[in-house]
């Protein structure tokens, strides 16, 4: 069984850099073929799609965030970590970890089956 698990804190305050590790089991995550992701749902709307690290390490970002998202790995741990830069309240949002068959969304996510595990979500607050 595959398990996706969140982490980190709740609470970040303006300008500073969000940082969120995801611990994956019962998975490889240099298994071929799988992209390991970060998608947020910010209060009162839908999911937004932030970035990916792919099996072999390359990452993704979503352009509508610029330079400011960082997605590393640990494949030691079997982790992946997103690092968001100068946040502000419009990045609070419930964080979620997830794993995909291709490096970007093809459709919406809302209603997406492009994901077959996901993490609980973490609630993140940028608040000063």
């Known amino acids: 069984q595959v398990q996706l698990q969140e982490s980190g804190p709740g609470l970040v305050k303006p300008s500073q850099t969000l940082s969120l590790t995801c611990t994956v089991s019962?998975?490889?995550?240099?298994?071929?073929?799988?992209?390991w992701t970060w998608i947020r749902q910010p209060p009162g709307k839908g999911l937004e799609w932030l970035g990916a690290?792919?099996?072999?390490?390359?990452?993704y970002y979503s352009p509508t965030l610029k330079t400011r998202p960082s997605i590393s790995r640990d494949t030691s741990k079997n982790q992946f970590t997103l690092q968001l830069s100068s946040v502000s309240p419009e990045d609070t949002a419930v964080y979620f970890c997830?794993?995909?068959?291709?490096?970007?969304?093809?459709?919406?996510?809302?209603?997406?089956?492009?994901?077959?595990?996901w993490g609980q979500g973490t609630q993140v607050t940028v608040s000063s």
């Open positions: 997830a794993r995909g068959s291709n490096p970007r969304p093809r459709g919406p996510l809302n209603g997406t089956d492009e994901y077959d595990y």
């Open positions: 019962g998975a490889s995550i240099t298994t071929r073929n799988y992209y």
């Open positions: 690290i792919s099996y072999s390490g390359h990452p």
